[in-house]
């Protein structure tokens, strides 16, 4: 990837950010009232209707959703990316890895600003607050930009040859809520299904999330490894497809 090129991903995110900020009344606040009405009608189902106890589930729960958001926000909206800028792509020769790219970054920059609030919450939070543990944040944070850009990739590179594949991927993205470990911590499920859920890449990273601002511990090495792992082979992946096939997404719409 030439440092052109990351020029160009890093200028069209600041522009789309820019242009998100400024087409609605809210502005950047949204950005925080979407994962807190979240987790609002999470906490009230959780809390009210189901009876759950737990100390601090909101935080706990606040942390999940907004690192699933991203995750599921930017695989939804970078699935469209490439057909959605056809008109761009006819008019200048341009690698399309440009747009899954450029969302997954400003995606990142919205879960950043949900992250801050509940640091803020945490530390001030005295019966938990914060320790050196976050200071691992950052390598967090890299690990799941490079899933969500690896992720975002590929569904780009799929849905201008098989438009019915984003009507899918948004089925399996919202099953895959029930196993990211959104609501409930994986160590606590049967061995069996621990397992299963072990090789769902979100469910380690909400769990590290959760390890180094909650519980105050240091994040497993063998889940990093797996996360940035997983995340590599998929970028490589997605910017194959997306290179390989750049020709053909403007000859067959």
Same mark, same amino acid.
């Given at each position: !990837?030439?440092?052109?090129? *990351?020029?160009?991903?890093?200028?069209?995110?600041?522009?789309?950010?820019?242009?998100?900020?400024?087409?609605?009344?809210? %502005? !950047?606040?949204?950005?925080?009232?979407?994962?807190?009405?979240?987790?609002?009608? &999470?906490?009230?189902?959780?809390?009210?209707?189901?009876?759950?106890?737990?100390?601090?589930?909101?935080?706990?729960?606040?942390?999940?959703?907004?690192?699933?958001?991203?995750?599921?926000?930017?695989?939804?909206?970078?699935? $469209? *990316?490439?057909? $959605?800028?056809?008109?761009?792509?006819?008019?200048?020769?341009?690698?399309?890895?440009?747009?899954?790219?450029?969302?997954?970054?400003?995606?990142?920059?919205?879960?950043?600003?949900?992250?801050?609030?509940?640091?803020?919450?945490?530390?001030?939070? %005295?019966?938990?607050?914060?320790? *050196?543990?976050?200071? #691992?944040?950052? /390598?967090?944070?890299?690990?799941?930009?490079?899933?969500?850009?690896?992720?975002? !990739?590929?569904?780009? *590179? /799929?849905?201008?040859? #098989?438009?019915?594949?984003?009507?899918?991927?948004?089925?399996? /993205?919202?099953?895959?809520?029930?196993?990211? $470990?959104?609501?409930?911590?994986?160590?606590?499920?049967?061995?069996?299904?621990?397992?299963?859920?072990?090789?769902?890449? !979100?469910? #380690?990273?909400?769990?590290?999330?959760?390890?180094?601002?909650? &519980?105050?511990?240091?994040?497993?090495?063998?889940?990093?490894?797996?996360?940035?792992?997983?995340?590599?082979?998929?970028?490589?992946?997605?910017?194959?497809?997306?290179?390989?096939?750049?020709?053909?997404?403007?000859? /067959?719409?």
């Amino acid at each position: !990837m030439s440092f052109q090129f *990351s020029e160009l991903v890093l200028f069209r995110s600041l522009a789309e950010l820019r242009s998100e900020s400024t087409h609605s009344y809210a %502005g !950047m606040l949204w950005w925080l009232i979407r994962p807190l009405l979240s987790l609002c009608v &999470y906490g009230v189902f959780f809390m009210l209707i189901m009876g759950v106890k737990e100390d601090h589930f909101l935080l706990f729960l606040f942390t999940g959703v907004i690192s699933w958001e991203w995750f599921a926000s930017a695989t939804l909206r970078n699935a $469209g *990316s490439v057909a $959605g800028n056809r008109p761009l792509l006819l008019l200048v020769k341009l690698n399309p890895a440009l747009f899954p790219l450029s969302i997954s970054i400003v995606t990142m920059v919205k879960f950043l600003l949900g992250l801050l609030l509940l640091i803020i919450v945490v530390a001030c939070f %005295g019966s938990m607050g914060l320790s *050196s543990t976050a200071l #691992l944040l950052p /390598i967090l944070i890299l690990g799941q930009l490079v899933l969500v850009c690896g992720v975002g !990739m590929i569904a780009a *590179s /799929i849905t201008p040859l #098989l438009p019915d594949f984003q009507l899918l991927l948004l089925t399996v /993205i919202q099953l895959m809520m029930f196993l990211s $470990g959104v609501f409930n911590r994986i160590d606590t499920l049967p061995p069996t299904l621990r397992t299963w859920l072990s090789l769902n890449p !979100m469910a #380690l990273q909400i769990a590290q999330y959760r390890q180094v601002i909650l &519980y105050h511990e240091l994040p497993k090495i063998q889940d990093m490894i797996y996360i940035w792992g997983f995340g590599i082979v998929c970028c490589l992946i997605g910017y194959a497809l997306l290179t390989k096939f750049r020709t053909t997404y403007t000859k /067959i719409w």
